[in-house]
């Protein structure tokens, strides 16, 4: 039997969405077909995907973060096609490959203060090593994490994993604390007890988008280094770029953590990767002797295919000045959209960092408004937000997302290489649904009904 790709598309054309239900996660399907997002993508570019009508889509979600040079970059795909056509010999394990050895050595080049890199294939996996050479360098076996983050689902990672939703039913997990964000008391209590390894926060949490008060990640690790613990950064949505710093904790002066994490954008798009970087007396616990050389290991860690991949992306980060978009394309995010909170009772924050933008809505103060807002909110938080992701996809075709489970706050995520252009339309389709909204009527209440309806029969 000879294999071609292009004939096997042609047959399964049209039929995603029957074979999903039939053989992948029943659910997808369902969500898919109640707030009306199934689509049939057929080509993406940059920050844009195509539909086999030829509509245009401007993707905010960029595959939770995964695509932030653009969908196929043309830098990242020759890279990909040049790394094929070499025959490398790959996997090989006992051997050092140079594209491993170049990636880690332009990711150090970011993070000086670090001096060795695991390479994995994953965000959550990236989190799992991390949380390893915590445990192992430190000799103490706890970790104090964040109410209401997000470090990934493997049974490691989950159990630092502050959403109840995504915890359930999964217990008994690790013996990890949470905290909440910026709670510095908390996390000083957790300290004396003698047994923390390390405190894991992201430098922006991306369930809500919420940012720590400032200073807080500077203090956190003062009192981390007096009583021996480690700071781990999950940099893995929001480091490689996005927030307009290569890294969301350079934030704030002084800031080195002992590990960070990082993933989804380092692929370029195209080969799953992840990264734990540390410092070297960490890797030096861990890899103790030559018997340890294996003791965390990942079969496909390090392939030559990813590894390009990351050297593609960096060098494209750096030649296009991606980290000064980002800040630029943020700073305008914020400047047209901040105004619109005094305009609309509904809305009530803009927050965020370069290219991870939170938008908030709030009880109204008008009667007919806060009846219908209060409706919702009895069936399921969160349910007002879904009501504005929906429109700014049908009417706008704007792929967005609610922001994490019982939240009423919409997350933009962008790719990097989003434009002006892009701005001023969301601004122009993000007025239309709120105007709609305020009126208190209509199709977006309509649908409203039925996401109650849902909520509650579900």
């Not at 008391?185 to 369930?207: H, M, S, T, Y």
């Not at 105004?339 to 938008?359: C, T």
Request: proline residues 5%; aromatic residues 10%; glycine residues 10%.
């Amino acid at each position: 039997m000879t294999f071609d790709l292009g004939e096997t598309l042609a047959e399964y054309e049209g039929r995603g969405f029957e074979l999903h239900a039939k053989h992948l996660n029943p659910q997808l399907p369902r969500v898919l077909q109640t707030i009306g997002f199934h689509r049939n993508y057929v080509r993406a570019e940059g920050p844009y995907l195509y539909d086999d009508t030829g509509a245009e889509y401007v993707d905010y979600l960029s595959g939770f973060g995964t695509y932030g040079v653009g969908r196929h970059h043309p830098v990242v795909r020759k890279a990909m096609q040049d790394v094929i056509a070499l025959d490398l010999p790959d996997i090989v394990h006992f051997a050092t490959p140079p594209l491993a050895a170049a990636l880690a050595d332009r990711l150090l080049a970011k993070t000086p203060h670090l001096d060795r890199v695991y390479f994995c294939n994953s965000g959550t996996e990236a989190v799992e090593a991390a949380l390893k050479f915590a445990r192992f360098a430190t000799g103490r076996k706890r970790i104090v994490y964040v109410d209401h983050a997000f470090h990934g689902l493997t049974t490691g990672s989950l159990s630092v994993n502050g959403a109840k939703e995504f915890r359930k039913g999964f217990e008994p997990l690790l013996p990890d604390v949470a905290i909440q964000l910026g709670d510095l008391d908390a996390l000083e209590r957790e300290l004396k007890r003698g047994d923390v390894a390390a405190f894991i926060v992201e430098p922006i949490q991306g369930k809500g988008v919420l940012i720590p008060p400032p200073g807080f990640l500077a203090a956190a690790q003062k009192l981390l280094r007096q009583h021996g613990a480690l700071l781990i950064a999950d940099e893995v949505q929001v480091g490689m770029g996005r927030t307009g710093k290569f890294f969301a904790y350079e934030w704030e002066d002084g800031v080195e953590p002992d590990i960070v994490t990082v993933a989804k954008a380092l692929s370029g798009g195209y080969v799953p990767i992840g990264a734990t970087l540390t410092k070297d007396w960490i890797f030096k616990k861990v890899y103790s002797t030559m018997d340890r050389v294996l003791v965390h290991d990942c079969t496909f860690g390090g392939n030559n295919q990813a590894m390009a991949a990351g050297l593609a992306t960096l060098a494209v980060i750096d030649d296009e000045d991606l980290l000064g978009n980002c800040q630029r394309m943020g700073d305008a995010y914020q400047a047209a959209l901040r105004p619109l909170i005094d305009k609309y009772e509904l809305f009530a924050d803009v927050r965020g960092r370069g290219l991870i933008v939170g938008l908030e809505f709030g009880k109204p103060k008008s009667f007919k408004l806060r009846a219908g807002w209060s409706a919702l909110q009895a069936a399921r938080t969160g349910l007002f937000a879904q009501m504005v992701v929906v429109p700014m996809f049908q009417r706008h075709r704007m792929l967005t997302q609610v922001a994490g489970d019982h939240m009423d706050v919409i997350k933009l995520l962008p790719p990097y290489v989003i434009s002006q252009r892009d701005v001023d339309n969301f601004t122009t389709a993000f007025v239309d649904v709120m105007d709609d909204a305020h009126k208190g009527t209509g199709l977006m209440w309509d649908f409203g009904r039925t996401l109650i309806k849902q909520a509650i029969t579900k």
